[in-house]
């Protein structure tokens, strides 16, 4: 405002203030270039926590996110979601596992909490209780590990 106010001055013949004008619209350009910066630095982070943590953001997470950013995340995520779908035939094809190429295609796998009944492709069900120990698919048990349920036994 204060700028303006010195812009309509110097088009009223005071040539003495073309000098602050020029810097005061240098030094706003720099906070616009400093502030989107930031911002898309956060979107950055923000895209990566889908990656990281899954579809469900946790709420420690989500609480320092500001209404926008839960915006952004939710479109990113539905986008994800219906491309996702779209490649690799009639299931789809889940980008988010195997992030880092797998040394084995099981892993053994210890319950950190309560999770009840777990189904694998075969068809069969294992109830995933507290302290109990599995030999599962690596891709089946990635979700649950990041989420916290599972934790990978390195032998």
Request: aromatic share 10%; with cysteine; glycine share 6%.
């Amino acid at each position: 405002e204060r700028n303006q106010a010195d812009v309509s001055e110097a088009k009223s013949g005071r040539t003495d203030l073309i000098f602050l004008i020029r810097f005061r619209h240098c030094c706003l350009l720099r906070n616009q270039r400093c502030l989107l910066a930031y911002l898309y630095d956060r979107l950055l982070r923000i895209r990566a926590l889908r990656w990281e943590y899954g579809s469900v953001l946790p709420s420690t997470i989500q609480f320092h996110m500001s209404a926008e950013e839960v915006e952004w995340f939710n479109q990113y995520k539905k986008s994800l979601a219906t491309y996702m779908r779209s490649v690799g035939g009639e299931e789809g094809l889940d980008l988010t596992q195997d992030i880092k190429p797998p040394k084995s295609l099981y892993i053994e796998v210890r319950c950190l909490r309560d999770y009840g009944e777990f189904e694998i492709d075969d068809g069969t069900t294992i109830l995933l209780k507290k302290n109990s120990q599995h030999f599962l698919p690596r891709w089946k048990c990635e979700q649950l590990i990041r989420q916290g349920v599972l934790e990978h036994i390195l032998s």
